[in-house]
């Protein structure tokens, strides 16, 4: 039952007894709300032809009665029992067609009034989209005739969608494969009401398993049934007049994908037993292949209950995984399996092993590759080339090769070893492209495929397109963008030989629009959409990056920001504001090069400080904070240490430019960056005050690893214990102000970390204040919430810093 009241709660710690304030919900001052309350653009998908365009309309913000909905958390899944939808689907209010060659965008007639959309997708001939409406009741199936710009009703309120997207087309264009709720469903259990009858027991049969600390999962045997109840859908096979055909039998499906040629149907179920250790993505499933009128063909995999799992982020599961259908080939199934037992600790000459199997599966599958590394994927193009990847995360060393799928004796041929931090010399990505079976493989042309990069320098950013000869494996550059007053990004070529392709362009105060470039013709660049800055208040302010040096010479580099009309000449002396998030690196070199770029577009959100700038703060936004490990080293064995350094490097650097006072500077975080902001409060003088969102404070609570510490508590006891505020909650004398949304669903930040964080800091006598945002997740999306936050922190930040 809904609740008719929300409070919000807030305990202040200041004062010598627990109190808490009864707040209503507040907003920020006029020059961030006027920020905050924006309209959104639209987001914007296109055809493969770039004949039409979909404009998808959206609410900037969630509200609270949004969030106030029935919901049951189950096997890592947060459903709404009563719509059968994630809870936490964001959805869509209004649709609109545009031709690309006009200006003029139209209207999709026949929605539904409040329309809720969400799981949209284009038909194979892309002439049809597909998409799902949610009422008060349920979802219904809906699909839109992009030519006419008509939407009309397929089905009533009774498809499950608690698995995600549950439509899948047929080949035909004509046919959508939906999962419905069955017709005999049996009704939920109140676990308020159940008795149990008896305990809940698990048992550990002595094998060592580390698993890490997931949300939301299976607690007892009425948890176990409602999931069945929730999951279990049947298939129908519905045309394009609402005609439903039964397709298959009720079942817990988890996916189902058609092949390339549409003939045969890959569906993976869910199997008995569940467990109340690991999410859904580990529990038993079983993955059948049928043909398109739903004949049996092939059980091509089952996969047993997955709780027990090695050490490492190298760690995989034994037997068959990644199982998808090869692009480039009519019917063809390909997986891996681990040669080394899916234990990074055993020595092998080879990891993975691929496998391609063809369909009708009656012959055995054939070996395809075996790769020194993790298999990190194939991207496929023609018969006789596809792209090959292999990566280890412990090195950060990723190895890309050539292969001739038609000559397996071919040994592959190796084409980059390279750090994968290392941005400056990314080589890019294969382009693709749709191919007969409308699936994307590489872009081949006259021997050559060819490489879309970022484009990151120590002098900036410059995105290029490259040539890449198949037969020496040597790049020729074919374009690079020359910006240094906007940011070029490059999406995709459309025309091979014309030299056509899709960009985005964007700078500090132009919103990022679409446009078409011709890559041989000097200057030709044609508008594609027009979206306008809703930021205009804050056009004028000053945006730079700037970069710096740690004391041990690793380079830094962060976006500062400074009030419009700041006098650099006068250079009063302003509060600074640093946000950030620490990132590990296995070398230094990698550590100090830089992402950021001034000419992006200024998008304040409250994941940032930016909105403080039209408040008379200077704000340092994703200041680097790298945490660095060479060699055997691990990055957090010196965790405290880089994290101070890091910060002490930043102060000093936007003090040099005499910007500031260094005595009032305030740090904040979320998540990981809420971690980061407690550890330096409590290691460090450098700050005034400090504001941490939703993170986690006491690491013993995540003892088989956290962000990228893949030791145990037990292996390095000391490492765990240093790092975790809340062991060290007696230093911490510096105002701080603890954010968490009531409902967290990230793994590892539950909301008690922050509740027995702050009666810690309590008792200790610490100058901190907890806000528990009502109804909200790791991120926060309803309006009332984040406006309120925004007020919280300008109060926080006016009498602690500022003032």
């Known amino acids: 039952m809904k609740l008719k009241l929300l409070s919000l709660f807030v305990f202040v710690g200041t004062l ?22 924006y309209e959104r653009a639209p987001s914007v998908s296109m055809d493969t032809k770039k004949e039409y365009m979909l404009l998808s309309y959206r609410n900037t913000y969630k509200t609270l009665d949004d969030l106030n909905q029935e919901e049951m958390r189950l096997g890592g899944l947060r459903i709404n029992p009563v719509t059968n939808i994630s809870s936490t689907t964001t959805y869509i209010s209004n649709l609109k067609i545009r031709k690309i060659a006009d200006k003029n965008e139209i209207q999709v007639k026949g929605l539904p009034e409040n329309a809720k959309i969400t799981n949209i997708s284009w038909s194979p001939n892309e002439k049809k989209i597909s998409f799902s409406n949610t009422t008060a009741t349920g979802v219904e199936l809906w699909v839109l005739d992009v030519a006419s710009a008509q939407a009309k009703k397929l089905t009533a309120a009774t498809v499950n969608s608690n698995m995600g997207n549950p439509f899948s087309w047929f080949k035909d264009n004509e046919h959508i494969l939906v999962r419905m709720l069955p017709k005999n469903r049996p009704a939920l259990i109140d676990m308020k009401k159940d008795l149990p009858a008896g305990p809940i027991v698990s048992t550990a049969d002595g094998t060592v398993s580390q698993n890490r600390t997931y949300q939301d999962l299976l607690k007892n045997k009425t948890d176990e049934t409602n999931f069945e109840t929730l999951v279990t859908s049947e298939l129908y096979k519905v045309d394009l007049n609402g005609k439903l055909e039964l397709f298959k039998e009720a079942n817990l499906y988890a996916g189902e994908s058609f092949s390339p040629d549409g003939n045969y149907l890959m569906v993976t179920t869910i199997e008995k037993p569940f467990s109340y250790i690991v999410p859904l993505s580990r529990f038993p499933n079983k993955t059948v292949a049928y043909d398109a009128n739903g004949r049996l063909i092939k059980v091509v995999n089952e996969s047993p209950l997955n709780e027990i799992m090695p050490k490492g982020f190298m760690a995989v599961k034994k037997g068959k995984r990644n199982i998808n259908w090869r692009a480039d080939a009519p019917a063809t199934l390909v997986y891996v399996e681990a040669l080394d037992e899916g234990n990074p600790a055993n020595k092998v000459e080879y990891r993975d092993e691929v496998f391609t199997w063809e369909a009708p599966f009656s012959q055995a599958p054939k ?23 292999d990566y280890w995360y412990d090195t950060r060393n990723e190895r890309t090769f050539m292969i001739n799928p038609s000559d397996l004796k071919q040994a592959p041929k190796l084409i980059w070893d390279r750090n994968s931090q290392d941005i400056y010399s990314d080589p890019g990505e294969f382009e693709t492209m749709k191919n007969q079976y409308g699936r994307y493989v590489l872009a081949i042309e006259d021997n050559k495929a060819f490489l879309i990069g970022k484009g990151h320098t120590k002098e900036g950013q410059f995105p290029f397109i490259d040539n890449f000869d198949l037969k020496t494996l040597k790049t020729t550059r074919l374009y690079q963008s020359t910006y240094t007053d ?30 078409f470039r011709n890559i041989k013709k000097k200057n030709s660049l044609t508008a594609i959409t027009h979206f306008k800055n809703p930021f205009e208040s804050i056009k004028n302010i000053h945006k730079e990056v700037i970069k710096y040096q740690r004391k041990d010479g690793v380079a830094l580099s962060g976006t500062l920001y400074l009030p419009a009309n700041y006098d650099k000449k006068k250079k009063e002396k302003l509060p600074l504001l640093i946000w950030a998030y620490p990132e590990e690196f296995k070398d230094k070199n990698s550590a100090g090069q830089s992402s950021q770029n001034s000419n992006e577009f200024t998008f304040p959100y409250y994941g940032s400080f930016v909105y403080w700038v039209t408040r008379g703060y200077a704000v340092l936004d994703d200041a680097s904070f790298p945490i660095v490990g060479e060699g055997t080293t691990e990055p957090n064995d010196t965790f405290i240490s880089q994290l101070v350094d890091n910060a002490e490097a930043a102060i000093n650097a936007v003090d040099k430019l005499g910007y500031i006072n260094p005595k009032k500077v305030g740090v904040g975080g979320h998540s990981y960056g809420a971690f980061m902001t407690a550890n330096l409060l409590t290691h460090s003088n450098l700050f005034a005050c400090g504001i941490a969102r939703s993170g986690a404070y006491n690491r013993t609570l995540t003892p088989f690893g956290f962000q990228s510490e893949q030791r145990n508590y037990w292996e390095v006891p000391e490492v765990y214990n240093t790092m975790s505020p809340f062991m060290n909650a007696g230093k911490m004398k510096t105002p701080m102000l603890l954010v968490h949304g009531e409902a967290d669903n990230n793994p590892g930040t539950f909301t008690l970390q922050t509740e027995r964080y702050f009666q810690a800091l309590k008792g200790l006598g610490a100058p901190v204040r907890m806000v528990i945002l009502p109804k909200e997740s790791h991120s926060y999306v309803a309006k009332e919430n984040i406006f309120h936050l925004l007020w919280e922190q300008d109060q926080f930040l006016e009498k602690h810093l500022k003032n």
């Open 486 to 515: 906007k940011v070029e990004n490059i999406f995709s070529i459309e025309n091979l030989k014309k030299g056509d392709v899709l960009v985005q362009i964007q700078s500090k105060t132009d919103y990022p629009n679409y446009y």
């Open 367 to 389: 070996s395809f590759v075996k790769t020194v590394q993790r298999f990190g994927g194939i991207t496929w193009g023609n018969a006789t080339t596809a792209i090959l990847q």
């Open 16 to 37: 010598s007894m627990m109190a808490q304030e009864n707040l209503t919900y507040q907003k920020p001052p006029k020059e961030i709300l006027d920020l905050a309350d």
